[in-house]
T-cell receptor, first 110, second 116 residues
Framework: AQRVTQPEKLLSVFKGAPVELKCNYS??????LFWYVQYSRQRLQLLLR??SRESIKGFTADLNKGETSFHLKKPFAQEEDSAMYYC????????????FGSGTQLTVLP | DGGITQSPKYLFRKEGQNVTLSCEQN?????MYWYRQDPGQGLRLIYY???????QKGDIAEGYSVSREKKESFPLTVTSAQKNPTAFYLC???????????????FGPGTRLTVL
């Protein structure tokens, strides 16, 4: 069965410092990985997906199949990055469900 | 924010009662989903539907039921059989692009259910 692990429930960094949110997955098929973000009082929304290979709000994530990881990185954290971040695994096939990790609450301190 | 609406925002229920959570979307999306969000556990899939009049159980379907009579609506009923129903419930929808990749899901604002 597929599984997504986010080892850090809480993560605090200072403004301007680099930030890395860890995500590991287990899945026997070809994975599709996503990061979703939920800012305070806002809806859960897609931040980025590995297929797009793009940078959103300064965040990047590289799929490492050897280490089964999809860590989210930003070189210089901003206070507005404070939010709950969820890593999600897409299951290929007709169902196209998402399996979510337990989330990491990021707080960027001034 | 438009697109996906959930009502009510807060819902209180007495033990032993069934309650129905509403989810409506005007995005013309084919697929709809219900998740339960608990602290420290992330989102867990309850039910999903890819087309009208068809739906499948997710990981934690016991004690829940759904219907999909219209493309834009996917109500969730929390029955008295659900042992621990107090939670935050999220509805989502996605367009079936048919590209072979997982479609982006768009989420509603959620309903917080409290059983008294």
């Amino acid at each position: 069965a597929q599984r997504v692990t986010q080892p850090e429930k809480l993560l605090s960094v200072f403004k301007g410092a680099p930030v890395e949110l860890k995500c590991n997955y287990s899945y026997s098929g070809s994975p599709e990985l996503f990061w979703y973000v939920q800012y305070s009082r806002q809806r859960l929304q897609l931040l980025l997906r590995h297929i797009s290979r793009e940078s959103i709000k300064g965040f990047t994530a590289d799929l490492n199949k050897g280490e089964t990881s999809f860590h989210l990185k930003k070189p210089f954290a901003q206070e507005e990055d404070s939010a709950m971040y969820y890593c999600a695994l897409g299951i290929s096939g007709s169902a196209r469900q998402l399996t979510f990790g337990s989330g990491t609450q990021l707080t960027v301190l001034p | 924010d438009g697109g996906i609406t959930q009502s009510p925002k807060y819902l209180f229920r007495k033990e032993g009662q069934n309650v129905t959570l509403s989810c409506e979307q005007n995005l013309n999306h084919d697929a709809m989903y219900w998740y339960r969000q608990d602290p420290g556990q992330g989102l867990r899939l309850i039910y999903y539907s890819q087309i009208v009049n068809d739906f499948q159980k997710g990981d934690i379907a016991e004690g829940y039921s759904v219907s999909r009579e219209k493309k834009e609506s996917f109500p969730l009923t929390v029955t008295s059989a659900q042992k621990n129903p107090t939670a935050f419930y999220l509805c989502a929808s996605s367009m079936r692009t048919g590209t072979g990749v997982t479609d982006t899901q768009y989420f509603g604002p959620g309903t917080r259910l409290t059983v008294l």
